[in-house]
């Protein structure tokens, strides 16, 4: 009748693999696999362990690893842990020439005497903590304080608005200026887009037939780009406006005030 290591080796070598590949795939230690299919299982390891590498190695080869678990259980159930249970015996045994009286007394006066210094220790780290906690939570509130007084003074010192290009260093020129018409009239028919200049308001934006007017109210500047120039006429408040020279020729955008 074949041993257990015969039939883990037979299979192996049914399977067509080495042990070092079977030790790749099942991630058992190359000389373990070596050792049970030599029949050998005295391995420095937990019963446990053993079977379980002993099962992992079973299913791996396709055999019957209960069965093959019982009859490991059967051949080498003794041969595991006699050596321990004696030392447990042996170390059990020993004896103590002071009587259990004294001994349960001594102990339990080393136990009593290492509480009262260690109790100190604790009752200063948790006031330690807890003033550490609270500085914390004050130093906190005064970075905030210092903080929010800085963020006002800053805004009261950013109050003044800052002047404008082309104006003076009193009140902006939106405010100066009054309100005025811009009317747009079609020699032509064209595409005229027109943006207010201090808020980048689109006023307009699209196709004008040839002879139809689009009056818009402006404030201030006003940024006009023309698809051509020679087919648009602009006039503020009534006053003709003569639409200066390009950089695209007679496609551009241009200020008018």
Known sequence: MQT???????????????????????????DYLQKFEANSFDLDLPPLYIKGFVRSYARFLELDADRLLQE????????????????????????????????????????????????????DQALLLKWGVLGGGVLLAVLLIILVISLLSSRSDDTPARPRAGTGAGTPSVQADPAQTLTLTAIDATRVKVVQDFDSKVLFNGALARGETRSLPKMGAVLITVEDRTKIRVEVNGKHYDIPPLQGGNYGRFSLD
């Open 4 to 30: 257990i290591g015969e039939r883990l080796e037979e299979a192996r070598k049914r399977k067509g693999i080495s042990i070092r590949e079977a030790a790749e795939a099942t991630k058992i230690r190359s």
């Open 72 to 123: 490991f259980a059967g051949a080498f159930a003794g041969d595991a842990k006699p050596a321990r249970r004696e030392t447990r015996e042996v170390y059990g045994r020993v004896d103590f020439s002071e009587p259990p009286a004294r001994a349960t007394a001594a102990a339990t006066e080393e136990q009593a005497e290492p509480s009262a210094p260690e109790s100190r220790p604790q009752i």
